[in-house]
């Protein structure tokens, strides 16, 4: 299986900060990978799929990078609504796997 | 606009059965790929099981091999899960979920089974 870790766990920011949230894994996936924003109580919602693309309907100020093993979801500007948690995914190989999750919370 | 909305989610004691089901509605159901994933209470996400659109290919978690089935019947656009030998751990919300251009673009608001004697 495909072993996903994120970093951090948890990231205090406020409103207006660029924040950037790292996601490697542990043999390469050649870009197979994508970020979900989950609110509480709520589904996860797809934000960025194949590391760059941005899904349709999500702000700009989402963006994502990397490749290999190494992998990035950027926030360029937090809005309020952004405090959440974000999780990553690979879809290279079976069992699709996800990193543990990066709690966002304001500062 | 898509709707994927799962029912079926109880609470059953270890050993037990449950049927989970996923209505879709909104864009072609027999073109995409679907997925069931978890999450138990306060942790993260778990993928389950996925079936291609036609039924002809389908993939398991080790932890759920053997003991749940992953089902579509496109005529009812709906989407199933059958569960069996269920266990403590089996607890979380259970979300249906269609790929289209990664695994898991729609998804729905998830079912809640709790497993506990």
Request: net charge negative; glycine share 8%.
């Amino acid at each position: 299986d495909i072993q996903m870790t994120q970093s951090p766990s948890t990231l205090s920011a406020s409103v207006g900060d660029r924040v950037i949230i790292t996601c490697r894994t542990s043999q390469s996936i050649s870009s197979w990978l994508a970020w979900y924003q989950q609110r509480p109580g709520t589904a996860p919602n797809l934000l960025i799929y194949k590391a760059s693309a941005l899904e349709s309907g999500v702000p700009s100020r989402f963006s994502g990078s990397g490749s290999g093993t190494e992998y990035t979801l950027t926030i360029s500007s937090l809005q309020p609504n952004d405090f959440a948690t974000y999780y990553c995914q690979q879809y290279y190989s079976y069992p699709y796997t996800f990193g543990q999750g990066t709690k966002l919370e304001i500062k | 606009e898509v709707q994927l909305v799962e029912s079926g989610g109880d609470l059953v004691q270890p050993g037990g059965s449950l049927r989970l089901s996923c209505a879709a509605s909104g864009f072609t159901f027999s073109s995409q790929s679907m997925n069931w994933v978890r999450q138990a209470p306060g942790k993260g996400l778990e993928w389950v099981a996925d079936i291609s659109g036609s039924s002809n290919t389908i993939h398991y978690a080790d932890s759920v091999m053997g003991r749940f089935t992953i089902s579509r019947d496109n005529a009812k656009n709906s989407l199933y899960l059958q569960m069996h030998s269920l266990r403590d751990e089996d607890t979380a919300v259970y979300y249906c979920a269609a790929a289209v251009l990664a695994t898991f673009d729609w998804w729905g608001q998830g079912t809640l089974v709790t497993v506990s004697s």
